[in-house]
DNA sequence: TATTCGCAAGTTTTT
DNA sequence: CTTGCGAATA
């Protein structure tokens, strides 16, 4: 069992955190801040609840992503090892009881559910089928009103569009069309999720009633973040029984714009007048440096209840605030001081995470972390499902497991080419338009539409033909479906043709794809399949492969950090702009809404913090001086390590430059000098970014800018030089060896735990995607991502 | 019908 | 700077 997770679980319940556990009738709000062991009392209350003799298939948590969700399997599982409680996102939730009850709302159990790309192509098709002006509004901004009208469960029925107002009377025509659309593709979107099931039981009451039962108890985790479509969702069922339990802060929420609705918790009193209210308060998490600036810092939102954090833990460091010039150096001095701390045998990579406003500021990161040789992991969702290669391949599945999936069909009716034309395309769309029917139908019955010729008539019979084949296969191994696809469409050959090194890339994805689809099979021998399969890589992102690997540097946006928790915690990129957002920035609220995102960015850490921002950065084409985050100026700098620059160029605010001179006239001057460029700064030697751990208040060294803290020689090499010393003996006590992924190579013998000993026969791939082909006497050949598994070297 | 070129637009966060 | 889209051309 991890430690840490032990210590929690035996660690004794604090007052309050007891009264939340044994509180399991009737409604309660739990006001949980950051650290408070809040999963910790969810999962305690579970398991208090079972031990009081609650059936476990009655109990169902809920949460919003499917970290969250694992992580309280995960604790729940030693709590209490034979329980039944369901406990997952509330997508999934929805999901789950919509496909059984599909045929209530017009849809077919097998339905597809769109991504945010799919989704944006039928809402194009909406608008072309609606000859809507768009003059005025792009499909995007449309699509993201739909969203945004489902979000408070708002069906087209239901609409009213306010006179006068443009973006309605665009609505109003496209939205029917567009829950038209994607009903004839018996598929749904995100919001649909909820919002069908918000219908579903709305509609039936006597189903209602019985999952009302059914789900006799039931907790909402950060119930800050849900939208009307979920508040109405919790409404419906927990009419009869009210035994529901949410948890939640208001400094942390966050989804503001995904239709979050803060007013769900704070009135939560309201909906449910016999509640009762228990406040978490104290931390256990962070050291009192730390919270001191989160508290600093929320204090400035007016829209607020108060709230105290307090902790026992020490003072800790002080929380460290630098300029760098560039984001490379930014970058740069980052990874170098977690590669020395690395080096040192101190941290581990997992210890240590950086975090970010938007995804796109990883990239210098990247970079610098790969070049100091620090394994890393960028928390990004779906990246890889969006690849065109893969979404290919997936629409594939897609319009095997549901024929009527539109976007899938029209996305590889000519994919590989096929000479199938857009002519020939909206003459099939037409007639499954007029006639009410699938483009799949409508494909099988080419020879019935007139308008198509001869020649492209045949082409869309034998792409129908290939497809119905392949149905045939649907009920087998992912795996087996996916190769059949390969062979029967030679997408890969084809994808090779022109013999780019981007065409070997994308090959090697294909063969990642695979990969994956057979790991997928190995974990759901029981309960795969392909539409399991094709919710899996909808409704989860690869988060989890994330949670289950600790040996890497976690790079991720401040959303995503929510609700984790790490040693020592960069935060970069504070610049206006940036962080609160610049298409945040005109609004109030929004502005409170991008300082809670700090916060919850802040409160993540536990020992040590670092926050940054650039003097200049890369925008539109070529480099601009940056404006420091207005946030910045409200934290207690007086208590913090700050290093800003002495010179006022680089676009400082008067503000700015104002602190950054009262600044520096605290600093003693028998110092070293740390340089940005070339404005010479005073620098207490103690306290250079770059060196963050606390026992350099004790070292003499002299050292240089931060930018420029490189070692002699490479910090690390790689993952295998990291195990260093007693930790790589212990490891190689029984003559086997863990091996970072560069050191795989074609001939070397390996260890599996379930397979044996094999010899590796192929690799493709680099970094945590280094795959290799492993040949194993008994069993075949297998593959892995060597990052990821659990394979030894095998001296010969 | 496929391909290529040029131009415009749009750049957040996630299930 | 990228991506996506539409028009012009082979």
Redesign the pocket.
């Known amino acids: 069992m991890d430690d840490a997770v032990h210590q929690q679980l035996i660690a004794p319940l604090n007052p309050a955190q007891q009264s939340a556990v044994k509180t399991i009738e009737g409604p309660l709000l739990i006001i949980a801040g950051p650290g408070s062991g809040k999963t910790r009392v969810i999962t305690h209350r579970i398991a208090y609840m079972i031990s009081q003799g609650v059936p476990s298939q009655k109990i169902v948590a809920l949460t919003?992503?499917?970290?969250a969700a694992e992580e309280m399997r995960k604790r729940l599982a030693l709590l209490a090892p034979e329980n039944l409680t369901w406990a997952g996102?509330?997508?999934?939730f929805c999901s789950r009881l919509l496909r059984v009850h599909a045929a209530m709302i017009g849809l077919q159990e097998n339905f597809t559910i769109y991504?945010?790309?799919d989704t944006?192509k039928v809402v194009?098709q909406a608008i072309a089928n609606t000859e809507v002006d768009t003059r005025h509004y792009?499909?995007?901004a449309i699509g993201r009103e739909i969203s945004n009208v489902k979000n408070v469960a708002i069906t087209p029925e239901k609409f009213q569009p306010r006179i006068g107002n443009v973006m309605d009377k665009i609505l109003s025509l496209v939205y029917p069309e567009y829950q038209k659309l994607l009903q004839m593709a018996n598929a749904v979107d995100?919001?649909d999720l909820l919002m069908h099931t918000v219908d579903l039981l709305t509609q039936n009451n006597e189903l209602r009633a019985a999952l009302d039962m059914r789900f006799e108890y039931m907790m909402v985790d950060e119930y800050q973040d849900t939208n009307v479509a979920q508040y109405q969702l919790i409404r419906l069922l927990n009419h009869n029984k009210q035994n529901l339990a949410v948890t939640g802060d208001p400094d942390q929420s966050?989804?503001g714009?995904?239709g979050a609705n803060i007013r769900n918790i704070l009135e939560f009193e309201k909906d449910y007048p016999q509640v009762s209210v228990v406040r978490l308060e104290q931390n256990y998490r962070s050291t009192k440096s730390i919270l001191r600036v989160a508290d600093q810092l929320i204090a400035n939102n007016v829209r607020r209840k108060k709230k105290v954090l307090v902790t026992d833990n020490d003072e800790g460091a002080q929380v460290r605030l630098v300029a760098y010039p560039s984001p490379q150096d930014e970058a740069v001095d980052i990874a170098d001081s977690i590669a020395l701390l690395i080096q040192k045998g101190s941290h581990n990579p997992s210890d240590f995470a950086v975090l970010y406003?938007?995804?796109?500021l990883s990239r210098a990161l990247e970079h610098a972390l790969g070049a100091a040789g620090v394994p890393y992991q960028i928390v990004?969702?779906?990246e890889f499902y969006q690849r065109r290669e893969i979404k290919d391949l997936v629409a594939y599945l897609h319009l095997i497991n549901n024929d009527r999936d539109m976007v899938a069909f029209e996305r590889i009716v000519?994919v590989p080419?096929?000479?199938?034309?857009?002519?020939?395309l909206s003459r099939l769309r037409n007639y499954a338009l007029e006639n009410n029917t699938s483009l799949m139908e409508a494909a099988r019955n080419v020879g019935l539409i007139e308008s198509i010729s001869a020649?492209?008539s045949s082409k869309i019979k034998q792409f129908a033909a290939m497809i119905d084949d392949l149905q045939q296969t649907a009920t087998q191994e992912v795996e087996t479906i996916l190769r059949n696809v390969l062979v029967q469409t030679g997408y890969r050959e084809w994808l090779t043709l022109d013999g780019t090194e981007e065409a070997f890339e994308r090959a090697n994805n294909v063969d990642e794809l695979v990969v994956a689809a057979q790991e997928f099979d190995n974990e759901h021998p029981e309960d795969g399949g392909l539409e399991k399969y094709l919710e899996q890589t909808a409704?989860v992102?690869d988060?989890d492969v994330f949670e289950s690997s600790s040996d890497f540097v976690t790079m991720?946006?401040?959303?995503?950090a929510k609700g984790l928790e790490f040693k020592k915690v960069f935060i970069v990129g504070l610049e206006d702009g940036i962080l609160p957002?610049e298409?945040?920035s005109s609004d109030d609220e929004q502005i409170e809404e991008e300082r809670r995102?700090l916060f919850v960015g802040i409160t993540r850490a536990q020992r040590e913090l670092q926050l940054s921002r650039c003097l200049n950065r890369f925008r539109?084409?070529?480099n601009w001086p940056a404006i420091a985050s207005r946030f910045l100026m409200e934290l207690p700098r007086e208590q913090m390590q700050v290093f800003e620059p002495s010179g006022q160029r680089h676009g400082m605010s008067d503000q700015q430059l104002q602190d950054t001179i009262a600044r520096m006239s605290d600093w003693s001057s028998d110092v070293p000098v740390y340089d940005v460029n070339e404005d010479v700064v005073s620098v207490p030697a103690s306290t250079v970014p770059g060196t963050i751990q606390p026992d350099a208040l004790h070292s003499d060294s002299t050292l240089k800018s931060p930018s420029k803290l490189k070692p002699k020689k490479p910090v690390v090499a790689s993952i295998g030089d990291m195990m260093t010393g007693a930790q790589l003996a212990a490891k190689e006590s029984d003559g086997t060896k863990r091996l970072s992924p560069e050191e795989y190579s074609i001939g070397l013998d390996v260890e599996h735990l379930q397979y044996g000993v094999g010899t590796v026969v192929t690799m493709s791939g680099d970094g945590k995607k280094r795959t290799a082909t492993i040949d194993f006497p008994e069993y075949g050949e297998k593959q892995f991502r060597v990052a990821f598994s659990n394979l030894r070297s095998v001296p010969r």
């Open positions: 919003f992503t499917n970290k996102t509330f997508h999934r991504d945010m790309s944006k194009k792009s499909a995007d995100f919001d966050i989804y714009w995904r406003r938007t995804n796109y990004n969702g779906h000519n080419a096929r000479k199938i034309g857009k002519v020939t020649a492209p409704l992102s988060t991720m946006s401040l959303h995503a957002h298409r945040s995102l539109r084409g070529s």
